[in-house]
C-alpha cells in the first residue's frame, strides 16, 4: 500500500503486510502470500460489472423493510459471492451484545463488559459471539462498537465499554481478537457517532489534536489487533459524512495506521455520493448497492473514478475473504453451543464482574443468614430487561429475571415477598421484611438505536429514574430497614434525589440472559462485586455540558468524562473507576523501574495491593498519567494502565503495570505528528481516580 492506502500490485504488496500470526493461521489455512496472489489473479480476471458487485450488498428491499420494522428478524445481510471466481459472499450479522441471528446468547450489553476491565474476558466474550456466528453461516461479526461515550445522554450508549479512549481500545482489541478466531470483525461507528437521533445528519465539528488523542485512539488499537473491516459513521466529521471523508478513510486509517481490511458503509443513507464515496475510500456499501452499483460503474466509465480505486476497494474486500472464509467454513461448529450452557456461564460471569457496587452503608449487602424474609419489588424485579431493541438486539432461548435469579438461589431458605412496584403495597411489604430489593432503572424505551420511522429507542432526555421509581424507591426507603436499590440503564444515572435514602444501590447496566442469576450471586454474597464503573457518574445533568440532538452541528472539546471533570474542578456522584466491593483493598509501595527514560522507552509501576477484609476478591488496579510543564494543555490525570487481580484474604500481591513513552505523547498540529514531551511525568496508581484514592510516584522523558 502506499502512504494513503492504495493497494500495490504483484510481491511488493505481500512483502508490506503484516498480519496477526494467528489470524491467517487460525482461519483460512492460507499464507498471507498465496493470499496475496490469489487477489492479485483474481482482481485481474474480473470484469468491471463483477468488480463493482462485490463493493455493494444485495440485501431485497422487503428484507430491509422487515428489519427495521420487526428487530427480531433474524437473517444475515450478504453481498454476492461470484461462482465463476470462486469468490464467497460476506454473510454480516450484529453485534455488540453477541450474535444477531438465531437463538444466541445475549451477552451483557457493552457498558457493563466494560466495567469489567476484564481484558481476557472481553476475548472469551468475542470468541464465544464469534463461535455463534459462525456455525449460524454468519462470517462478519458487526461488533464491536467503540465509540467514546462522549455524554451519558448518548442512546446508544450501552454498546460501547466506556469514555476513556485507552480502556476502549483496550476492551475493543480484546472483543475483536476474540471473535477474529471464527469470523471477521468489525469495530464500528467511525467516527465521532455519539448522538443518536441525529446521526444521519448532524456534523461532529473538534480538532485535529482531539480527533487523534480522544476520538480515534481505540479505532487504532482494533486495527492494531488485525481488525479485518472498520464500519463508517453516518454523521459528518468536520463537515466531510464519514463514509466520504478521504482524511479520515486515507489519510488516518488506510494511511497511517495501514490498515488492510474493508471499509464498509453503516446501513442505509451512509453513502450519499459514489464519487465522493469511492475516492475517499469508502470499500463496500451496505446492505444495498444504491450507490455501489450501476451509478458508480458510471462513474468509472465517464472517467470520476479511475478503476484502480475499484481494483483497491475489490482487492481489500478479497483479501479479508481469502483470510477468513474457507469452503467448509461452519464444518465443526457445533449449534448446540450456540446459547448453549457454556456460553451461559460466560455471560454469568461477565455480570457477575461489570455489575458496580455505588453504595453499601451498614454492610447492607450481602444478604447472610440475618435475613430471613425478604422483600422483592420495582417494575424491573420480574422482568428480563437486557437492553435497546436496535441492531444490537439478541433473541436468546431463555432469560433469567433477577426475581427468579433470588427465588432460584434463596427460594429454600429465605420467605420472598413480591413487593410489586406500587409504593404504598411495596412501602408495606418492605416493613415486614428484613430486607428489601428494588430492581429499577431504564429499559428499550428510554434509550436505544433509534429508527425514525416506528420510534423506538433515541437519547435520554434526563438522566434520572422516572418520577415514578423515585416514589417508590422513598417510600420503600422509608419503611424498611434495610433498602437496597439495583439499577438498570445504559450508562450514568444521577441518584442525587434518592440516593442518601437508601442503604445499598447496585449498578446492574443490561446483565444479559444470565442477568438475574448474576445479580442474585452478588446480593448474596456467592460472589464478591468486582465492577467499576467506566465513566464518570455526575450529580446532575448541571455539571455537564450541553446535549443537543436537535442541532446540525455540534463542537466536540478536547475535555469531555472523568477530564472534564477533573479541568473544572467538579465533584461527580461517582469517579470514573470507581467500585466498592464487600472486602477492602490497600494500596502501599509504588515504584517505577526507572526514573527517566527516552522517548522510545517504557518504565514499569509495581505496586502492592493487600486484601484487607474477610473476604476474597478481585480488584481492579488503575494508573493514571499527570504531565507536569507541559508545553499543551493536558488532563489532570490519563488512565494509561489497569490489570485485574485476585485476592484471597489478607493476602498481599505485588501488581505490575506498563506504560510506554509513546503512549503519553499528544499530536502536535503544529508538526501534524505524535510529540513524547521531555517532561516530568505523576503516575497515579489506585482503585478509582479520585485524587484521595491515588498513590503516587514520578519520573523523567528525556533524549531519544
Ligand atoms: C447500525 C449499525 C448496525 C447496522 C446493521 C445500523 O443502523 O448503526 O450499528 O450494525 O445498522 O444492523
Known sequence: MDRRGFIRTGAAAAAVLAVPEWVAAAISGLTESEIERKVVQIVAQMTL??????????????????????????????????????????????????CGTGKSTAFPAGMCRGATWDEKLEQRVGEAAGYECRAQTANLLLSPCVNVLWHPSWGRAQETYGEDPHHLGIMGAAHVTGAQKHVMACPKHFAANNIEESRFSVNAVMDERTLREIYLPHFRKCVEAGAASVMSAYNDLNGELCGHNEHLLRDVLKGDWEFEGFVV???????????EAALAGLDLEMPRGTHFGRKLKKAVLNGEVPEQVIDEAVSRILRMKFRFIKPDFTEGYDMGMVGGEKHAALARETAEKGIVLLKNDNKALPLLGDVKTLAVGGGHAARVVMGD????????????????????????RVKIIKAGSSPSSAASAAGKADAAVLFVGLDWKDEGEHFPIVEVGGDRKDLGLSKKDVKLIKSVAASSERCIVVVYGGSAITMEDWKDDVDAIVMAWYPGMEGGSALANVLFGDVNPSGKLPIVFPKSMDQLYKFDNKAKEVHYDYYHGYRYFDKNGLEPAWPFGFGKSYTTYEYSNLRLSEDEIGSSGSIKAKVDVKNAGDMAGEEIVELYVGYQGSEVHRPVKDLKAFARVRLEPGRKETVALEIRAQDLAYYSEEVNDWVVEEIEYEVMVGPSSKEEDLIKAGFKIFGP
Open 389 to 412: 431493541k436496535g441492531s444490537s438486539a439478541v433473541n436468546p432461548p431463555y432469560a433469567v429475571s433477577p426475581l427468579e435469579g433470588i427465588e432460584s438461589k434463596a427460594g429454600g
Open 265 to 275: 458503509s453503516d446501513w442505509i443513507m451512509a453513502v450519499e455520493d459514489e464519487v
Open 49 to 98: 460489472d463483477e468488480k463493482i458487485k462485490q463493493m455493494a450488498g444485495h440485501v431485497p428491499l422487503t428484507n430491509l423493510a422487515q428489519r427495521v420494522l420487526n428487530p427480531k428478524y433474524p437473517d444475515t445481510w450478504n453481498t454476492p459471492e461470484n461462482d465463476r471466481l470462486g469468490v464467497p459472499s460476506i454473510r454480516s450479522i450484529d453485534g455488540p451484545r453477541g
